[in-house]
């Protein structure tokens, strides 16, 4: 009797390890692994991903202004993925974060109308807005912008989240 004890405690004891290994926060993306798939200077940069009503804004602008050719990797790179994201292709973003990334399934469901994608240059980097009017995309969005910003880091830029407020859009 008491070694069935034992084992059924040995067994319980490593299902919940095995759990808590399986629903382990990811940890933030290093600098290195995003060094890996964007064509600017990471450390040179702020990502900051601002949640908004209908869905959010993404921003990657330079830390020093005088630096246009970085300016342009960033520019370009966003542009591009705002593309890919407008077509509903999110494997740049699989790849870096994985298949479970809160928001990306759903997001991958969405047919190429139901959440628009507009990329607009900034004069020190770029941004991608992100809407729906679908409330399911709104939530998805949300939860994909918090890993995100969870998994990046999401330092505030001064003086610009003002126009950004959940109330705005």
Wanted: glycine share 8%.
């Amino acid at each position: 009797m008491k070694h069935y004890l034992l084992i059924t405690l040995g067994i319980l004891q490593c299902l919940i390890v095995v759990q808590a290994i399986e629903h382990a926060p990811a940890k933030p993306i290093n600098q290195e692994q995003l060094q890996t798939i964007v064509p600017y200077a990471v450390q040179g940069t702020v990502q900051t991903f601002t949640k908004t009503v209908h869905g959010g804004v993404q921003h990657v602008v330079i830390k020093s202004a005088d630096n246009a050719s970085q300016i342009k990797l960033i520019q370009g790179h966003l542009q591009k993925r705002a593309e890919q994201y407008q077509a509903g292709n999110y494997a740049a973003t699989e790849r870096l974060h994985g298949a479970e990334m809160p928001g990306l399934a759903q997001l991958k469901k969405a047919k190429v109308d139901d959440i628009k994608v507009q990329y607009q240059a900034l004069d020190n980097g770029g941004q991608i807005h992100f809407s729906t009017e679908y409330p399911q995309f709104v939530q998805a969005l949300h939860e994909w912008f918090d890993a995100q910003a969870e998994d990046h880091g999401n330092p505030g830029i001064p003086d610009h989240d003002s126009h950004h407020s959940p109330a705005a859009e």
